[in-house]
């Protein structure tokens, strides 16, 4: 279980509710060659959980939420931003990091 990285834009709110991970990933890191310039695009473990659930596990969203502990539009925005750093990475040539969660 982990909690997702609070991102307020300034304003005040509720702390965003932990997620929960079954499986972590082997690698740390993928590195395209030839690179590209570009600073490292960071997959987040949320986003990479999403990612194995609903497309590599073939569960549906509201089924990998009940998993995560989340909402189905939460998965849907993990899924969207992990599909879009992805995508960015393969086209531009960015590394792409998948840093550990943190122990609680």
Known sequence: MMHRRRRRRGRR???????????LPIARKF??????????IQLEPSEMEALRLVDLEDLSQEEAGK?????RGTVW??????????ITAIIQGRVLDIPQPEAE
């Open 77 to 86: 925005r993990l899924l969207q931003n992990a599909r879009k750093k992805v």
């Open 13 to 23: 709110g509720r702390n965003p509710s932990p997620v929960y991970i079954n499986h």
């Open 31 to 40: 590195t395209p060659t030839p690179r590209g310039d570009g600073p490292p």
């Open 67 to 71: 998993q995560m502990g989340v909402s």
